[in-house]
């Protein structure tokens, strides 16, 4: 059924596989095959590497004004679980995963690491610059809709407990490495009745804007 479809994906995605065990692959879930040479596990760690470097690489030349902070505030918000799901749906990949069980197929976790493993799929079988090109046109889209500056996340975060009733964020540095003149500082956000969220960054405001980012996208919100 899917190698009778696959032309009909391919389609969508804008994008022909020379090699197409590279996309069964990756819209194949665990439940179908525990095999690591038959499900997307591989590739989605590949792709999601691969996600993260052309978002970067996208942001650096469409903001070239904006310092560090506001491009990793940005950066977080177009990588994370909510904004890749959106992205897999538009690409229809729900109707082509190959699952064990119906149900795993609305799943928004195993749609973001699906859309990843085809990131991967690509990547694999054209390289880097195809990959970036297939992240730029499907990603484009989402970074016009918030061409302005992404708001504070500490102040948003802020906010939205306060609404929430989750009480005042609390940061914790949880380690420190590197050397005393490029320090990289990992902090945790602590929030009433959720679990926390890490943040990285060569200061520790940085590493908290990143660690409230992330806990904004876990509670839901958008941090515009």
Known sequence: MF???????????GYSFRNRNLLRQALTHSSYSSRLAENYERLEFLGDRVLGLAIASLLYQMF????????????????NKDCVSEVAK??????????????IRENENVLCDVCEA??????????CETAVEFVDRHWKELIDKNMA???DAKTQLQ??????????PQYRLVSREGSEHEPIFHIEVLLKDMEPEM?????????????????????????V
Do not use: W, Y
């Open 3 to 13: 190698m009778n479809n696959i032309s009909e994906l391919e389609e969508i995605l």
């Open 64 to 79: 070239p004004c904006e310092p560090e902070g506001n491009l990793s505030q940005r950066h977080t918000g177009l990588v």
């Open 90 to 103: 538009t690409l229809k990949l729900d109707k082509f995963v190959v699952v064990a069980n119906e149900e």
């Open 118 to 127: 085809v990131i991967g799929a690509i990547f694999e079988d054209a390289g």
């Open 149 to 151: 500056p992404p708001k």
């Open 159 to 168: 906010e939205v407990a306060h609404n929430l009733n989750r009480g005042v």
């Open 199 to 223: 943040g990285s960054g060569r200061n520790k405001k940085l590493a908290e804007q990143e660690a409230a980012a992330k806990m904004l996208g876990k509670l839901g919100v958008c941090n």
